[in-house]
């Protein structure tokens, strides 16, 4: 087990998740259809889509052997534009968190 600290989001972007998926419903459900409607995703690029960031500067997390989030949602930070340090102790780990999210303050 090690803590990670998101220490720089390298690109917007390569940071954003969808926050839900859009859904059309195409048939009711009826009789007919054994009380089953049919529904179907709406394509992403022809309608609103919202997005928030996955993670963000200074969040500590707490890592497994394969660098996934121990508790849910169990993000991978090697999945996304991010650069996250590791460390074997919790107090270095906030240490660390601390002076990144001081940085980031200061920088906007």
């Keep these: ?15 954003l998740a969808c926050v839900f998926e859009l859904y059309e419903q195409l048939e009711q459900p009826n009789e ?20 928030e960031p996955v993670f963000h ?10 660098g996934r989030e121990i508790p849910y949602p169990g993000r991978k930070p090697a999945k996304w534009d991010v650069e996250c340090e590791k460390f074997d102790d919790v107090d270095n780990a906030i240490q660390c968190a601390v002076m990144h999210m001081q940085i980031a303050r200061d920088a906007s």
């Design 1 to 15: 087990m090690k803590f990670g600290v998101i220490t720089k989001i390298n690109n917007h972007r390569g940071n």
């Design 32 to 51: 007919a259809n054994d009380y089953h409607g049919k529904i179907e995703q709406v394509n992403p690029l022809i309608c609103l889509n919202l997005r």
């Design 57 to 66: 500067v200074g969040e500590v997390l707490i890592l497994d052997d394969n």
